[in-house]
């Protein structure tokens, strides 16, 4: 009964704190946006790539036999996602070297990105590991 109890606590503890890391980001992304002396939304267009990050993992460990084994599609499926991230790290850079955005909201979609996508791999990290669900079971 007290090992069931700690591991709810350790779940809800782990879920608190990603949340609160995942805020954190968004506020960081808003924050780029919002400020006055920015007050350019391009930025915003980063949230496709939070929200498309997570798909190729996603993919991979319902097709896959094993995520820790290495077949093509594992391989593939993390070229995407690093290309996602690549991406959502490239725009903000585009954008204000093109001077559509300041440098400052660029620093702080930046550090948006870097909190978010930590949030992203902790989510994997906590919740992905000890997954007894078998996808290749449907």
Known sequence: MA??????????????GLA?????????????CALPQYNK?????????YFL?????????????????????VEVCIFIT???VVSAYGLPMI?????TIDWGACGLV?????VVFFTILLFFFFFGRDDTFEYSTW
Do not use: D, H, Q, Y
């Open 41 to 49: 939304w391009w930025p915003m267009f980063v949230l496709l790539f």
């Open 110 to 114: 930046l550090a948006g990105n870097t």
């Open 20 to 32: 609160f890391l995942a805020s954190l980001g968004i506020t960081l992304l808003v924050l780029a």
């Open 53 to 73: 990050s997570p798909i190729p993992t996603m993919i991979s460990r319902r097709f896959a036999e094993s995520i820790e084994a290495s077949s093509a599609l």
């Open 95 to 99: 954008l204000a070297r093109k001077a």
């Open 3 to 16: 090992g069931i109890r700690a591991m709810r606590l350790t779940i809800v503890t782990a879920l608190i």
């Open 82 to 84: 690093t290309c996602i």
